[in-house]
């Protein structure tokens, strides 16, 4: 039986380490299941989680030069999200928000020019109160 990547096979844990499980593939071969891909949830130690002699179900992720990757999250059947009727950004699929129907989603050329109109303000500003307290245009010679 070779290995196709992408198929799920149940395989038998042999040895853990601090950086994942080695599990054994129907087909004799052995694969690694990174930490990472041992739970949903963050993994602090795979003893946690898995244990010598543990049957598990593996998705075979890659195979190079004899190396198989192999995850059991995503092993995992899960229900498909149905989408909800109501967008979950807060705007509708026209980009305007739910709460302010008449106001288009602002974008980035329009937060840019917002962005340098207040820049050159404050600069503006800045430029004029430190030329009189340095004594610049208007201050008195003495």
Do not use: C, W
């Not at 990174?34 to 949830?41: Q, R, T």
């Amino acid at each position: 039986m070779s290995i196709e990547i992408g198929s799920k096979v149940k395989g038998k844990v042999t040895g853990i380490t601090n950086f994942g499980a080695f599990v054994e593939l129907p087909d004799g071969k052995t694969g690694l299941v990174h930490i990472s891909e041992v739970a949903d949830s963050y993994v602090k130690d795979v003893n946690d989680h898995l244990k010598v002699d543990d049957e598990v179900e593996v998705k075979i992720l890659s195979e190079n030069d004899g190396k198989v990757a192999l995850s059991i999250k995503k092993a995992i059947e899960r229900p498909v999200k149905q989408r909800s009727s109501r967008p979950s950004s807060g705007r509708n699929s026209n980009g305007f928000r739910s709460g302010n129907k008449y106001r288009p989603k602002e974008s980035f050329e329009d937060k840019m020019a917002k962005f340098l109109k207040t820049s050159e303000e404050n600069l503006a500003t800045l430029r004029r109160n430190t030329d009189t307290k340095r004594g610049g245009r208007g201050g008195r010679r003495g």
